[in-house]
């Protein structure tokens, strides 16, 4: 049974995540709170994996997010079903090209959703802040994860500051950072 709800769930992510990966990200925190088959802490690691491996990162995310909740088929059921809806409006739109490609409906259509992708990808950012840099409950000063705010804060100024650093190659830059959270703990 926990197939087929994965296989829903996953369905309805792709389905309406328009604007790439992080925009699955509201869908899932929801997910992780309605179902309990992993926490927000857990959906903050599974971003961060997702954000450093190749891939795009809602599959990632899903395969995760499969895994945790059932184990190796849950993750193939996790992400043949975020896929799935994609897939089937590619074919459609190629299928259709010729009249999509001089419809002003769809193009004020996918116009439209641009707000709607932003928002969803703003809501993640909160959200993922909210994981990341704040103890909610917790008063003064304890109410900041100074660590990763410190780590913010330093790559914010060596990637907009320090010349030799401001035109490294992202993955370089990916790659210590992955390193520093591995030897702060994070």
């Known amino acids: ?3 087929l709800k994965l ?3 996953f369905i309805k992510i792709g389905a309406f995540a328009f604007g790439g990966g992080m925009a699955t ?3 899932l925190q929801d997910l992780a709170e309605r179902t309990g088959w992993f926490t927000q802490e857990q959906l903050a690691d599974m971003i961060a994996v997702s954000e ?4 795009p990162i809602g599959i990632n995310i899903a395969t995760y997010a499969g895994f945790s909740a059932a184990g190796v088929l849950g993750s193939i059921c996790a992400t043949l079903s975020v896929v799935a809806p994609g897939i089937a409006c590619i074919l459609t ?3 259709l090209y010729d009249r999509f490609r001089t419809s002003g409906i769809a193009e004020r259509t996918f116009y439209g959703l641009r707000p709607a992708s932003a928002g969803l990808i703003s809501a993640a950012l909160y959200a993922l802040a909210l994981i990341t840099l704040v103890n909610p409950g917790k008063a003064g000063l304890a109410f900041f994860n100074l660590k990763p705010l410190a780590l913010a804060a330093v790559l914010f100024a060596l990637t907009n500051l320090a010349k030799p650093i401001k ?3 992202p993955v370089l830059l990916i790659a ?9 703990r994070f």
Not at 52 to 55: A, C, E, L, N, W
Not at 176 to 184: E, F, K, M, P, T
């Open 7 to 9: 296989i829903w769930e």
């Open 176 to 184: 210590a950072s992955a390193i520093i959270g591995v030897i702060a």
């Open 52 to 55: 450093s491996t190749p891939g």
């Open 167 to 169: 035109g490294a190659h």
């Open 25 to 27: 990200i509201p869908f």
């Open 93 to 95: 739109i190629a299928r």
């Open 1 to 3: 049974m926990i197939y």
